[in-house]
């Protein structure tokens, strides 16, 4: 089994809790035609850089149906700044159009397999995986992306075509570990990214 969700498998349910002090499951958002599963944090440069480009593909597809959801599945042993309560600073700071959720024994990210923050996933409305990776080419300098690759996949999905490029490597930090140095990642994992 290879470490990251393969194209093609249905979303793995979860059971986490939220900024806004809710739990929230995969059944919590039934009503979405396509659902953004997103791994990401509150420190990594990459991901903070990205903030405002997420937002904005969020917002921009969100009247078609499409629902993002953020998880947080870094140690805040490893990251102090990754804690839950600062989660909740960011979300308060931010108002981020998305629930902000805490992997904090991290079963979630090893379900899916996440190896980046940022690391997408796209499920249909059957809520099998269509599009795994990156949403841009350089989400630590969006100003010099040029590769659109989660927008490109949205619209592809949206307007009925296949989507042209399923799959892109995540560009980011290594998501952090438990009881790991910051830049461990999983032996079977190691592969799949440059």
Not at 52 to 59: D, G
Request: contains cysteine.
């Amino acid at each position: 089994m290879p470490f990251t969700l393969p194209l093609g498998e249905k979303a793995v349910d979860f059971d986490l809790m939220a900024t806004d002090g809710k739990r929230y499951s995969l059944k919590d958002f039934d009503d979405a035609k396509i659902l953004v599963i997103f791994f990401t944090c509150n420190h990594c440069p990459y991901v903070i850089n990205s903030d405002e480009l997420t937002r904005n593909i969020a917002e921009q597809f969100l009247n078609k149906g499409v629902r993002f959801i953020a998880i947080n599945s870094n140690s805040s042993e490893t990251i102090p700044e990754d804690s839950f309560e600062a989660m909740k600073n960011r979300v308060n700071e931010k108002k981020f159009p998305w629930v902000y959720l805490y992997d904090e024994d991290q079963a979630v990210a090893l379900k899916y397999g996440a190896l980046r923050t940022p690391h997408f996933f796209v499920f249909d409305e059957n809520r099998k995986l269509i599009y795994c990776g990156r949403a841009v080419d350089n989400p630590k300098d969006t100003s010099k992306a040029t590769e659109f690759d989660l927008e490109k996949a949205l619209e592809e999905k949206i307007s009925g075509k296949k989507i042209s490029t399923p799959l892109t490597n995540p560009i980011g930090c290594n998501v952090k570990w438990k009881g790991k140095d910051k830049n461990w990642m999983p032996e079977e994992a190691c592969d799949l990214v440059q």
